[in-house]
């Protein structure tokens, strides 16, 4: 079992289901629904999508893995690769067919973000730039499947693109500081991108919408980039680099709650439980990598 949340880098699956949640509950503003089990469903979807693209990367990096990271489920032995390929497999087909019982757009939009993780795993990953770009994709689709149990127009509302976007170059920004993870190498201003995707949506949202609700949880998001950003001056440490890439995806968390927050009650509720998942996280990730 601590093989297998190992290698769905557990720390990592608290920030996932506010993705969707994000997008249904900046969906409703524009096209308000009382179903809140679409929510539900969007979620797991979701975190299905999420765990079995985890394990397929696993799979991918197997070569890569033996020799730099040997301690790694797949290549320690403690999970077989075929039973992870199976795993990863029934994943993928099980996060499109939960969304599919929202309906045809969340099954479209599911099967979007399937391809983009299939794409970054089987190829795109070798490559920095072109690899976080299609990482970023697939967060951005994971907000979007939220959006898409509701209702299609609903992807077209300047909040809702606004936050795809920004949770996209984010993403792509988090992902490109991880490219060498495990080569000790100056970041440069890569290390601030994550940041400068937060001072982006931040301004967006608190013109288009200027809320108390939302401006208290993003800058709390901006601050936590801002020290990560700080944190890999230099050279960094591999326990550094490690460490700050960990948090950056915990500081989505806050943003998350921030987008929920928009929305009325049940997005506040929502925020403050997203918002509690942050120390948990935090606690979990210092017995599990989130890398």
Known sequence: MRAWLKIVRLPNLFTVIGDPLAGFFLACMAAPVSDLWRAGIAAAAA?????????????ADVLEDSEERPERPIPSGHIARNTAVMASTACAVGGVLLA??????ALVMAGLTQVAIMLYNGWLKRYAIPGAIMMGACRGGSLLIGVSVIHPQAMLNSLVLGAAIGLSVFTAGVTW???????EERMGLRRWLPCVAWLGVILFFLHVKPTWTFAFPAVGAI??????GWRLRGVPSRAVLGASIGGLIRGLLPM???????????GLIVAAVLLLFWPVSQIVGRRFYAT
């Open 223 to 228: 601050l936590l980039a801002a020290y990560y």
């Open 177 to 183: 500081i991880a490219h060498r993870e495990t080569v």
């Open 100 to 105: 599919g019982v929202a309906g045809k757009t």
């Open 47 to 59: 975190l299905c999508l999420y765990a079995g693209g985890l394990i397929g990367n696993d799979v």
């Open 256 to 266: 998350q709650a921030a987008w929920c927050a928009c929305s009325g009650r049940e």
